[in-house]
């Protein structure tokens, strides 16, 4: 079970209610860790939701390492 650092933007940020956690999670793909933040926190469905894991976007069945940090980044809207 892989620890990893997770950093929230935008409405994610709202609904977790923080802008980062670290935590131990079951999640072996950055697609898994959302669902289960999803759940947990009740996270809006949003389309074009990026992943970063590392600093670099990345896929959603990324395989996650120990120590990974996680960025969940919401489409932006602007006017």
């Given at each position: 079970?892989?620890?990893?650092?997770?950093?929230?933007?935008?409405?994610?940020?709202?609904?977790a209610?923080k802008?980062?956690?670290e935590?131990?999670?079951?999640?072996?793909?950055?697609?898994e860790?959302?669902n289960?933040?999803a759940?947990?926190?009740?996270?809006p469905?949003?389309n074009s939701?990026k992943v970063?894991?590392?600093?670099?976007?990345?896929?959603?069945?990324?395989a996650?390492?120990?120590g990974?940090?996680v960025?969940?980044?919401?489409?932006?809207?602007g006017g």
């Amino acid at each position: 079970m892989p620890n990893v650092r997770i950093e929230y933007f935008a409405i994610l940020r709202e609904h977790a209610g923080k802008d980062a956690e670290e935590l131990q999670t079951g999640a072996c793909t950055a697609g898994e860790l959302f669902n289960e933040l999803a759940d947990r926190y009740a996270f809006p469905e949003l389309n074009s939701m990026k992943v970063a894991i590392n600093e670099e976007f990345d896929d959603w069945d990324t395989a996650l390492a120990d120590g990974d940090s996680v960025a969940f980044i919401p489409p932006v809207a602007g006017g």
